[in-house]
């Protein structure tokens, strides 16, 4: 017993250097993620996956191997093992929506409160291929130094194409750079929900001092402004402000400012201020490069020719091509088989069979789950947080997201929630994808149905046995 409280408080020591050695960001991704198992002596330290473990080795090996030498009193180690499912990993369980369960230390996991920004969109973890490098170099640049190259970055391109993980990435790694540095990430539905909120409240200069003292404003989605009159004022106003005070502005849109037709000329002209960059649909090769990076994290290895298949399959769309490859992944893991080019086209085939795309829309899919579930529209919308009602929520919202190209917090509002809570439902089913038949069966089977514009299907069981 003494021993373990001892191994404990050599723990906290080794945490509290290793933290005190890095940065924030880093600190919260990927090393406060390291848990350690004490019934080995010396301790084993536990990676959630053979990706992050790589990670960290490759970025901080020489500080973990250090320190733990010296506070664990070892000549050599520390021996490592990954531990797949290690919480943080999972760290939204059991609660089912964050908000008002969850402990607000586990709800960082995801987005952090003060920048709002998503943990997971980081440079590290960007594929820079012909079809992003301009936006990736310029965005690099501005985080490097903030305020002094192109202001405002204008980066523009279709969805899902990297958007939203750069302006993320751009906010981390400026904040590695600068701790001091006031840092918001914002979707322009958020900005306008701010606006009215603040309005309401008639407390408008908490929405001046929350936009307008920033260092870095990164807003996602400026398209939705358009036809939007008093947000466009508004956003015009904090533009010149920070402007004039030579904040950093990175600003998205699905399409270039030319083309945003409703919005006013000055505001589309203070656009093309500073530097306008596209991104583009990734070549074969940059979609093989982002799939080879996200199989480091399957359960089982996926063998080249079915990562090129799935780079074939899906063309102008990285969320899709990620969707893809978790469904292979996921019928991999629960099957205990290896994957093979057979077994992928099979589960693919909805994906080949989709020649015309039916144009789907939360309402439709929030109805065709619900009556999967034998539940209805209304009870899919209401708070209540009982089971399986949660997951029938947690399906809808993943197939909103997989189906649709609406952005988090459109899709939020959808469901009469925030968009955190959509970016964990959507990190819950693709876990339970892996260990759960009925569920992977189900949501094959919606995809399929909805794909096919077919609705609820009447056949009771799934495709893959
Ligand atoms: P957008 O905002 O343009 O619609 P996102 O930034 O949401 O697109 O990207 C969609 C998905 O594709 C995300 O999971 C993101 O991490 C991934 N992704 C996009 N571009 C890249 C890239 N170059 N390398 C790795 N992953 C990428
Ligand atoms: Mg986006």
Known sequence: MAQALQAEDKWKLFQDAVQEGVSKSNWQTWLSRIDVDFDDDPPT?????EFHLKWIQDKHGDLIRSTYREIFESPNGPPFRVVEGLPPELPLEPADEPGDQMPTSMQKQSTLPETNLISRYQFESFVVGQSNRFAWAAAMAVSEQPGTHYNPLFIYGGAGLGKTHLLNAVGHHASEMYPDLVIRYV??????????????????????????????????????????????????????????SGKQMVISSDRHPRNLSSLE??????????????IQPPDMETRLAILKTNAEFAPRPVPIEVLEYIAGLVSDNIRELEGALTRVTAWSALNRRDIDLETAQRVLQDMIAAEEPVALGPDEIIRTTASSFGFSVDDVLSPSRRQPLVMCRQVSMYLCRELTDLSLPKIGEAFNRDHTTVLHSVDKVKRILRSDRAVFDRVTQLTQDLRKGEGISTRAEGIHR
């Open 265 to 278: 000329s000055r505001l589309r002209s203070r656009f093309e201020w500073g530097l306008l960059t596209d």
């Open 187 to 244: 979707s322009s539905e958020n900005f306008l929900n701010d606006f009215i909120d603040c309005i309401r409240r008639k407390r408008p200069d908490d929405f001046k001092h929350r936009y307008r003292g920033v260092d870095l404003l990164l807003l996602d989605d400026v398209q939705f402004f358009e036809g939007k009159e008093q947000i466009l004022e508004e956003f015009f106003h904090t533009f010149n402000s920070l402007y004039e």
């Open 45 to 49: 330290l536990l990676a959630p996956s």
